[in-house]
């Protein structure tokens, strides 16, 4: 923990008040810190007798900065009270605190230019841990080094995936991939958004992510980290396509979730489950986005763009044959044996992932037939992205290449432009009024299992009005999500392992609980507040905004995600990259 030295106490007379002794999570803030010439607010909840506040450095011996805290503000989703506190005029660099009488003074933060590099590597590094089936060495993994865990390369078709060629109990091989959680299964439907979100954020900033290195096996090889680590997940992504009919696994799972222990520990059988078309679409647009992307590395991974294109076609001539076919967990347990209780990842309205995967279809092939089909649902609803709502990511694809794509689709980006747009200006208009002046938490909606994701995915959304329009207030505004999840929320808590001084120490993470290692696999995300509480775990706190535990049993409020740890490090490490642009 980053705090001031007991030893200077005797220097707090040098101060203007007499009270700042006390290290406080009363005053919320991203732990982080603040780029130069950024937005700088910290957040003051309960009461507060005094109107000033104070930056001072970290021995308390100097001022740089006093301020007056704005008026109280109630939040709407739970009872606490606020008051902000603004620095932003502030732009020297160093370590500070904020110091505010009767209060005490906030963990230290840094306002430094490169503020946002070390969570922007650590949630891209967090999934090296997540990987299946090779071997965390201690080089790359440091503490929490460990065995390969599942080998995945006897794995048994469930019945309720049987075909003619792959009758039930045939026995494929499925190895590799991330964890999808905290547990250790690997599903496709969640793959799918989390691959696109990593792949467009390489598509968004290549020149950064160049020079991103993660310290992982493939570093150097002559693929940007980003997407060696993506690659990683791919390649098994791939061996989940029934070779026979083009169609997609579901999952790869056992029956049911493992204990709380290291991975391979228990030795379940593993199986792939029926196919859908979620699923298939998903890996359809995934392998359609990578085959782009990796046909600038021809060099250096023969063939594999080539491979990704002809696995997305077949998917996508599967899906045609099955345009319909959800994956019903309960009904499946209904016919067949073993019965399957992990992720179900169930999902029935494949309207946006037809738009996802034509979307990225036509910008890697401009075959015409995929363009009809996202003009058939362009005027679909379609709203912040999440696992099961990925028509978004087709927009940002679309927009990202708008001026590379046929003078026809002019229409159409013209409308996805002006959709992200709105969804923006409407989330900007609110921040006022919320009691943490963040994006996150203008409906209670906000706070669901996952809800940190939500905060990543509204900055991404933000991001992306940015590149369109060129104005950099949308920065601004998706750099209070990112404060949020770095601590400026009403719980206090900054969500990433191992960042801040105050972050999440016991997620709901077998290999966290169970690897005799204190502190928790780092770069990993949080769910974050979620009054569902749908664990039935202990919560001192029940409210929307603070309904969070950090207790391992809680698996609604603390577990991790490859889907939430994806947007994640999209907002940090492009933030990380505009920042210059903007002149922050
Ligand atoms: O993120 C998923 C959330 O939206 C669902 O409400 C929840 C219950 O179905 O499941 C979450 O996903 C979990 C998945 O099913 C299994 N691995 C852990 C995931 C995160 O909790």
């Not at 002794?21 to 910290?42: C, H, M, W």
């Not at 959304?461 to 999500?481: G, P, R």
């Not at 603390?558 to 492009?574: D, F, G, K, Q, R």
């Amino acid at each position: 923990m980053k705090t001031i030295s007991k030893s200077i106490a005797g220097l707090l007379w040098l101060l203007p008040l007499s009270s700042f002794s006390q290290v406080t999570d009363r005053i919320k803030l991203d732990q982080e810190g603040f780029y130069p010439n950024a937005p700088k607010v910290a957040v003051v909840t309960g009461d507060v007798p005094e109107g000033k506040f104070y930056i001072a450095s970290t021995n308390l011996r100097d001022t740089v900065f006093t301020g007056t805290l704005s008026s109280e503000k109630q939040s709407a989703y739970s009872s606490t009270k606020t008051k902000i506190a603004d620095f932003s005029a502030l732009s020297k660099e160093g370590s500070f605190v904020v110091c505010i009488s009767g209060v005490g003074n906030s963990y230290v933060f840094e306002i430094d230019k490169n503020v946002n590099r070390n969570v922007g590597k650590a949630t891209l590094k967090g999934f090296f841990y997540q990987r299946a089936s090779m071997p965390l060495e201690e080089k790359y993994a440091g503490k929490w080094h460990r065995s390969a865990g599942h080998p995945d390369n006897e794995v048994y078709v469930h019945p309720s995936a049987a075909s003619k060629e792959r009758p039930a109990g045939t026995v494929i091989s499925t190895p590799g991939g991330w964890y999808d959680a905290g547990d250790y299964n690997k599903y496709i439907v969640n793959s799918g958004i989390t691959m696109g979100t990593l792949l467009s954020a390489y598509e968004d900033f290549p020149g950064y992510f160049k020079n991103l290195k993660t310290n992982i096996p493939e570093s150097g090889d002559g693929v940007p980290d980003i997407l060696n680590e993506a690659i990683y997940n791919l390649r098994w992504m791939l061996s989940m396509q029934d070779p026979n009919d083009g169609g997609v696994y579901n999952k790869c799972t056992n029956a049911a979730f493992d204990g709380m222990v290291m991975p391979g520990v228990t030795q379940a059988k593993r199986y792939v489950v029926q196919k859908g078309t979620a699923a298939t679409l998903d890996f359809a647009a995934v392998t359609a986005q990578a085959s782009r992307i990796l046909s600038k590395f021809k060099k250096e991974l023969p063939g594999l763009s080539d491979s990704c294109l002809a696995a997305s076609k077949k998917a996508w001539a599967w899906s045609l044959q099955h345009p319909d076919l959800a994956y019903n967990q309960n009904e499946i347990n209904k016919k067949f044996e073993p019965k399957i209780t992990t992720g179900g990842y169930g999902d029935n309205h494949f309207g946006d992932e037809w738009f996802w995967s034509a979307a990225e279809l036509f910008i890697t092939t401009r075959e015409k037939k995929y363009y009809d089909t996202v003009e058939n649902h362009l005027k679909d609803n379609v709203s912040l992205p999440n696992w099961h709502n990925v028509g978004m990511l087709g927009f940002y694809s679309f927009l990202r290449f708008k001026n590379e794509l046929p003078s026809f689709t002019n229409a159409t980006t013209g409308f996805m432009k002006e959709k992200v747009l709105t969804i923006a200006n409407d989330y900007i208009q609110h921040v006022a009024a919320n009691a943490f002046e963040t994006v996150m938490g203008q409906t209670k909606y906000d706070f669901t299992w996952g809800g940190n994701s939500n905060a990543a995915n509204q900055g991404i959304l933000l991001i992306n009005a940015y590149l369109i329009s060129h104005d950099k207030k949308y920065v601004d505004y998706a750099l209070t999500n990112l404060d949020y999840i770095l601590g400026r929320n009403a719980t206090g808590y900054c969500f990433v392992t191992g960042i801040g001084s105050k972050s999440t120490m016991n997620p709901h993470h077998r290999q966290s609980v169970s690897d005799g290692v204190t502190d928790p696999v780092p770069g990993l995300m949080a769910g974050g507040p979620n009054p569902g509480m749908q664990d039935h775990c202990h919560y001192d706190f029940t409210e929307p905004e603070t309904a969070y535990s950090d207790i391992s049993c809680a698996y609604a409020s603390n577990e991790i995600a490859i889907n939430w740890n994806a947007p994640m490090v999209y907002l940090s490490n492009v933030i990380e990259a505009l920042q210059n642009k903007v002149g922050y």
